[in-house]
């Protein structure tokens, strides 16, 4: 029966693709001598946050996940990222695959505001995989296995490479999700002051909202 393992060697934005990629070059090794027909590989990507050190600025952007540094020993855990199946083909002994990542850059996902808040080093992942190996058998018949539960890999995602990809498909943007209603408010005091963006709006908004804050601080 098949033993197949699994490392991620490298990472790389997917260029002009119809969403965001991020192609994981996935190794795939069979340590015994059947030939593989194909691999019906399902892959959980998680993001292991519990394994890296974070600074100043870091720790303030992922108040929103985390909470206050102090609350982390509690509250610091593992993000599911995303899950991802793929194809591999024919092989005997190792091959290579390409796990293609969708990424989003909608901050109501936990692992965009991660990816958002780690502005350097790196991300480390662990990958976790199922699915169903299809192989040639000693006399030559077709068989089915599956792969085993404990298959898994570590790789550590450098945090440029998120960043330099939302750079190319969202260049000096980023995307907010409202609610209807919400949105429907946010429209009417943009067309209401004549204001002709929504970062005007957005601006005028943040403007009132920091003056109160400073008259607030003067009466105390």
Sequence with gaps: MPDLSFRVSSAEPVAMAVQPLIALKLEVSNATA?????????????????????????????????????????????????????????????????LQVPCTFDFNVAATKYFHAVSEGDVPLLLLFSGIVFYVGAEGALQVAPISWDKEARFRLSAQVWRGMMD?????????????????????????????????????????????????????
């Design 34 to 98: 059947e030939t593989i027909h194909s691999v019906n590989l399902r892959t959980q990507i998680q993001i292991e946050a519990t394994r890296r050190h974070y600074s100043t600025e870091e720790k303030e952007l992922l108040l929103d996940l985390f909470g206050t540094p102090e609350r982390w020993g509690k509250t610091l855990r593992p993000l599911l990222w995303n899950h991802v199946s793929t194809v591999v083909t024919s092989f005997t002994g190792a091959t290579t695959a390409e």
């Design 168 to 220: 190319f498909y969202y260049p000096n943007s980023a995307w907010l999700s409202l609610r209807r209603d919400v949105f429907e408010r946010l429209y009417r005091y943009k067309v209401q002051r004549s204001l002709p963006t929504w970062e005007d709006a957005l601006d005028s908004l943040l403007a009132t909202q920091e003056e109160a804050a400073k008259e607030e601080v003067v009466r105390q």
